[in-house]
C-alpha cells in the first residue's frame, strides 16, 4: 500500500490564483480530512468527510472548498489564493470512525504540500 | 474551546536518557488523546492512541499516561536513541468537537550522541 500520497509536494501561487490540492489513499478508508499547519498555530483543521459524496466544514474552512466523489480521493481546491493562505498542508485518512468519538483507530497523514503565495 | 499545551516546547537530551514530555488540555471531556511524531519536513506519524476510558498505552519504548481529571498526558521515552529526535505533539478529540482533532504546537525534542 502507498497509504496517503499528495500532490504536489511544493507550490507558489500568485495572489488571486486557484489551484487544486490532490489527496488519495488506497486503504478504503472512510474518514478524510485536510489540515493546515503554521508556526505557533499548530495544525488546524480544514475540510473533512466521513464517507464518498458527504463533506463537512472544519476550524478554518474559508477560501477552500473540497469533494468526495471517490473513497479514495479528497481533492482541496483554493478558490483565489491570497498569501494568508501560505502554510502547509496535510491530508489525513482513518479507518474506523464514529460520529461522536472520532476516530477510533490511527489516523494515517501524507507527506504534505507545502504551498506559497506571493 | 478547547486549548493543548505543550511543555517543554524544545528539548535537548544526551544519549541514553530516560525523558517525559507533557501535554495538557483545557477541557477534560475528551474521547481520545493521540501522540504524533513529525520529522522535518515530513508528515505526521501516530505513535499512541489513548481513550478516555483507558489509563495508558505503551510501544517498545515509549509509554503514554493520560489523566482525564486534570486534563494530562504525558509521553514516557526510555533509554532515548539519536533517531528519537523529532517533534512530538499531542492531540486530543473533545466530546463536543464532533470529531475534530485538537492539536498542540509540539514538543521539538534533539537526542545527542
Known sequence: NAGVTQTPKFQVLKTGQSMTLQCAQDMNHEYMSWYRQDPGMGLRLIHYSVGAGITDQGEVPNGYNVSRSTTEDFPLRLLSAAPSQTSVYFCASSHSWDSQQGYQETQYFGPGTRLLVL | ?113
Open chain 2, 1 to 113: 474551546k478547547q486549548e493543548v499545551t505543550q511543555i517543554p516546547a524544545a528539548l535537548s537530551v544526551p544519549e541514553g536518557e530516560n525523558l517525559v514530555l507533557n501535554c495538557s488540555f483545557t477541557d477534560s471531556a475528551i474521547y481520545n488523546l493521540q501522540w504524533f511524531r513529525q520529522d522535518p519536513g515530513k508528515g505526521l506519524t501516530s505513535l499512541l492512541l489513548i481513550q478516555s476510558s483507558q489509563r495508558e498505552q505503551t510501544s517498545g519504548r515509549l509509554n503514554a499516561s493520560l489523566d482525564k481529571s486534570s486534563g494530562r498526558s504525558t509521553l514516557y521515552i526510555a533509554a532515548s536513541q539519536p533517531g528519537d529526535s523529532a517533534t512530538y505533539l499531542c492531540a486530543v478529540v473533545g466530546e463536543t468537537s464532533g470529531s475534530r482533532l485538537t492539536f498542540g504546537e509540539g514538543t521539538q525534542l534533539t537526542v545527542n550522541p
